[in-house]
């Protein structure tokens, strides 16, 4: 049985930089990654492969230089794991022991029940994070002419936008909620983006909740809405979520949160000895709400990693990540949208008080000049002492950044009273005007209502 010192479950954004961090950190100690597939791909990247891209070749995680194939990379999957004798065994029965172990197994689609795609040998698919299936899945859309996808989620818009950039393509994007990426923004922002992609040629069907799929033999050859209503396709494609990969963790006595996540504790440490867990699979505290969470996202996996790399033999760290903050960015057709902490909905569910700040102009200055576009951004702050607890944004390409401000000073507990005063380079070309910096400007909106109200410091 060969032996490592750090043995990692995964090869994935969690997996990748807790071997790479690791590896600077404690240069002495030999780190083996186990992953199913020898190909890995980049999973933000997924829904680019139908149209941006070259198709799946083309979004591939590199892997660790020091990582060698039969040496101390993997590929397999691993089918039980011994915790009293420090050793995982693959489906292949082979064994490799460890000192510690990272559990960074990510996630899989989900898929409802009710769908029973397995009964369909063709005309359904999912969106799985495997270079295998995405290639079967690029020739599926590659030969249908009417496709059908299924979510509201990052995914199934981003993947839904692409495929309609094939104009010999007819795309229905088909989910039960009011608006597009519902869970990721407000009402509001919401109505922005579906009337952003209504400019394209995808086709929205929104608060169309789906009864079952129709049935050509085995294959599927459409959806049935709850209403009775049938909508005919060459290929229905399943993006409507995912969920953590834990059966494996599960099954060795690891303990599991509400959610089917790994529990961990604050140092990514779960509750047997010598065992971690982060990314996809690793439990996480809402920042504000502090609830249990249920956020997937490659940032979040690293963020996590890299502590996890700097504290596997010891705390050389203090892991000052109270919370996921939940920060999206996307483009849809030319135009970034954006949020970071909690939206609206998600602050009258948690029962906490906000108050909003809204700003809209040009990313440009003067507005006149080629490329200017609306740039909007909403704040949410506690309305006692103006703590900025979420934002939402929409703009150009310049707008992408700007969230990750917001989300800095989300995490920091930045009052909008201290960013009226913030400081910030412009410049004509790239962003508004610094006499009305959509940023500041939206802080401006929420401090003014507040003095208003009586509110105020």
């Known amino acids: 049985m060969k032996k490592f010192d750090i043995v990692i479950i995964g090869g994935g954004p969690a997996g990748t930089v807790t071997a790479m961090t690791a590896k600077k950190q404690y240069p002495d100690k030999s780190i083996a990654i186990i992953q199913k597939e020898a190909k890995q791909p980049v999973p933000c990247g997924i829904p680019y492969v139908f149209h941006e891209l070259a198709g799946a070749e083309q979004n591939l995680m590199k892997r660790n230089a020091f990582n060698t194939a039969g040496k101390d990379f993997f590929e397999g999957t691993v089918t039980l794991i011994a915790p009293s004798n420090k050793y995982v065994e693959l489906e292949s029965g082979e064994r490799i022991g460890y000192e510690k172990l990272v559990l960074a197994a990510g996630s899989r689609p989900f898929v409802p029940d009710f769908l029973n795609i397995g009964a369909f040998k063709q005309g359904i698919a999912r969106v799985a994070k495997s270079f295998p299936e995405l290639e079967k899945l690029k020739k599926q859309t590659d030969a249908a002419g009417k496709i059908i996808v299924l979510g509201s989620g990052f995914t199934a818009v981003e993947i839904a936008e692409q495929l309609a950039k094939n104009p010999e393509k007819e795309v229905h994007l088909v989910f039960r909620a009011a608006h597009c990426l519902n869970r990721s923004f407000s009402p509001d922002f919401g109505e922005k983006i579906d009337r952003t ?23 599927a050859a459409g959806i049935i809405l709850a209403d009775g ?53 690793a439990s996480t505290t809402g920042f504000i709400t502090g609830r249990h969470d249920n956020i997937m996202l490659a940032s979040t996996a690293a963020a996590e990693a890299r502590v996890l790399g700097h504290n596997l033999y010891q705390i050389r760290i203090k892991r000052d990540f109270p919370g996921t903050l939940s920060v999206f960015a996307t483009e849809l057709n030319g135009t970034v949208f954006a949020s970071a902490g909690i939206t609206e909905q998600d602050a009258q569910a948690a029962g906490i008080d906000y108050i909003t700040g809204y700003f809209q102009d040009v990313d440009r200055h003067p507005g006149t000049l080629p490329g200017a576009a609306e740039a909007a951004v909403k704040l949410l702050a506690m309305p006692e002492a103006g703590q900025i607890i979420g934002g939402e944004l929409t703009g150009g390409k310049s707008a992408a950044e700007m969230i990750n401000v917001i989300a800095l000073a989300i995490q920091k507990q930045v009052t909008v009273y201290e960013l009226v005063s913030f400081q910030m380079a412009t410049h004509p070309l790239l962003n508004t005007a610094p006499t009305k910096s959509v940023l500041i400007k939206a802080a401006e909106d929420i401090v003014n209502k507040l003095l208003k109200s009586g509110a105020g410091r």
Request: glycine content about 10%; some cysteine; proline content about 4%.
């Open 229 to 281: 209503e049938e909508i005919s396709s060459d290929l229905i494609i399943a993006a409507m979520g995912f969920k953590p990969d834990t059966e494996i963790a599960f099954r060795a006595g690891i303990r599991l949160n509400d959610t089917g996540h790994i529990e961990v504790d604050n140092y990514l440490r779960t509750g047997i000895e010598d065992i971690y867990a982060c990314g996809d699979c």
């Open 197 to 219: 992609l209504s400019k394209t040629r995808l086709m929205l069907r929104p608060l169309s909740p789906i009864k079952g799929l129709m049935a050509a033999g085995e294959t």
